[in-house]
């Protein structure tokens, strides 16, 4: 049993349910460091816990929620963003972000993250994207890129995935940005600035993943050099050029951030004052 | 990275610790460091896994970068700075 | 509080009374879908939520409307959602979790025609057994069967004390007949509604450290809502009291038999039924919903002519009143027990699994379509010889 977490972690170490770990996680699966990235997001962004709030969905990414200690919910698949919807809008002053895999968000709650995208709700959602399904075995993913193979795709994929930046940013986002797990200072900005954004947030985060590393015959830390090493971070880029094939350079970043349109939150509030219901 | 002797003579005010018990011996820390200053170690956690030690001698080498702090995804390593 | 409809006789649409008397039983929270015939009370909420201050949504489909009022329930507001049978159909699974997580929910159900897309715009009782069974796994709800749009407001009241008292999700299975016919609905003096809210935790938040979100030694466990601080995890998973995943033997036995016995053991309690003219009767018919209505009146006609009929009218599906039915039964005086409704036989299981001496006959009915009172007569006049 755990009692106590290193030193380096004291500030992070209330945030996390230390007596739940280690963590159910793959050796050298990055969802650990984004484990103490949000955390420590929690800590720097001078919003206290009580007023944050994880909705994760089904998958490895969906167990986050149960290792961070703030109201954490773990629900169904796909379905975390209307669930994480509901509870901000229920109570617009709670900081409340959604970590979940690329199948939960764009496969099964592809619906759920275009709709919340459009009307702008004030949330942030993290998207590990490990371009497969790991927990169950390795099915493809929408974010399995061409030619890879998976438990469905034995001959290699023949379908394109999704460009989620791009998809977030044709939906109506406010915040949009890539990084990979190693990119840890950025991202853990980006999570802060995120936070702060009022309108729908999207970090797709690029996460190795082993069951993915088995199923393409490629050893587990020779992926996690190729995200380390080919990914290059880029300022002006159109999104359409956020295409990810495998073996390719990967182009991260942070792609837009829009203070001009006001969140629905926002604009119900304003609706209620109106009508008086105040 | 190049190191002179005279570097390989200073002694480093940085260590890595290890927290055998967290560790999942998945070999980032090892990978990761620009020194090259880490290995398994022959012993294993209750979990099975062996974890990772400094290689013989080179206790000084750590030039503090904590590459393997930042990514190690079970937070079982943290550098350690000694104060002069 | 000045917002809600003052006490008085009004003359309304029972989708609309529906919407009002959630509002006056404290709903703060409508997440929703058109879907004909429960849109009118939708229509109703977009306009009053933000008059009383509450959230209105409309969802981008069912499924995202039952989970909107669900994390609106997990924040701590008296939530809601209406729908009809294809949107029951699709919010199953969202209903399994809000029984796995003990969040209070109110689901209208204004039933229509089936299965499939069927006949949108005329009446159905074909949603009773999806109401109980349509999750996988084992778990309860409440459900409720209101005849006329005075019942669907008084009972829509009730549906969310019941919610917030066995944190359970309750659905109030109406139909298109008394979602839109217009009737006369009594409201009563405010100081006269009884409203339950959820137990609240009895240690403060700072001791978040030692709260127990699902403590076993009680059925009903109290509720942290979100921001509330005290820092819970709630999870689809099989989970223990600290509310982590756990999924031993012993965790999944605990948990299951709590989620069921919780209304098992207060079926009594929540159970509904009306009895008419039973102290001589020898025929028993059972009817719900807007049938209840032409039964009611062929049975009077029936017992003018001397037939010795009664009638046992449930107003909850689930639990449902079976002891009475036994006991009934046991009596050695009712030959037959005869299940009227618009279905192919949905209450009329029910019935049998609790009937061992009379026979147990069902009178099947195109959905859609009320039975005529004549036809019930006439089925009557046959069946009670």
Known sequence: ?278 | MVLTLSVLKTKSKYRPIFYPELCKGCGICIDVCPVKMLEFSPEFNEKGYHYPRIKDGMEDRCIGCRLCERYCPDLAVYVEVKKE | MSKLLKPGTYFLEGNIACAEAALLAGCRFYAGYPITPSSELMHHMARRMPEVGGVFIQGEDEIASIMMALGGSAAGLKSMTATSGPGLSLMQESIGLAAMLELPVVIVDIQRAGPSTGIPTLMGQGDIMQAKWGSHGDYEVVAYLPSTPQELFDITIEAFNTAEEYRVPVIVLADKIIGQMYGRIKVPDHSEIKLIERKKPAIPPEKYMEYLPYDSRELIPPFAAAGDGYRIHMTGLMHDDRGYPNLSQEASWKLVTRLVRKIRENARKIAKWEEHWIDDAEYLIVAYGSVSGPVKYATKKAREEGYKVGLFRPLTAWPFPGWRIEELDNSDVIKKFIVIEVNMGQIYHVVREYVRNAEVIHVPGAPGYLPEPQRILSYIKKLCR
């Open chain 1, 1 to 278: 049993m755990v009692k106590e977490l290193p030193p380096a972690y004291k500030d992070i170490e209330p945030l996390i349910r230390i007596e739940r770990l280690p963590t159910i996680w793959c050796p050298a699966c990055g969802l650990g460091i984004i484990l103490k990235l949000y955390t420590k997001a929690i800590v720097k962004s001078g919003i206290p816990p009580e007023k944050h709030v994880i909705v994760s969905g089904i998958g490895c990414t969906g167990r986050m929620a149960g290792y961070v200690r703030v109201d954490s919910y773990h629900v169904t698949h796909g379905r975390a963003i209307p669930f994480a919807v509901g509870i901000k809008m229920a109570k617009p002053w709670l900081t409340v972000t959604v970590i979940s895999g690329d199948g939960d968000i764009v496969s099964i709650g592809g619906n759920h993250f275009v709709h919340a995208a459009r009307r702008n709700h004030d949330i942030t959602v993290i998207v590990v994207n490990n371009y497969i399904y790991g927990m169950t075995g390795g099915q493809s993913s929408p974010t399995t890129p061409s030619g890879s193979k998976t438990m469905t795709s034995p001959f290699g994929h023949i379908e394109e995935p999704f460009n989620i930046p791009y998809l977030a940013y044709a939906a109506g986002a406010s915040y949009i940005a890539r990084w990979t797990v190693f990119h840890d200072i950025q991202l853990l900005n980006s999570i802060l600035k995120a936070f702060k954004t009022k309108g729908f947030s999207v970090i797709e985060v690029l996460n190795p993943c082993t069951v993915f590393s088995y199923r393409n015959n490629i050893d587990m830390l020779e992926l996690i050099r190729y995200f380390r090493t080919k990914a290059i971070v880029k300022r002006d880029v159109k999104f359409e050029d956020l295409r990810i094939e495998f073996g390719k350079p990967i182009i991260i970043g942070e792609f837009l951030h829009r203070t001009d349109k006001p969140s629905f939150e926002e604009k119900y509030l304003e609706l209620k004052k109106k009508i008086g219901g105040g």
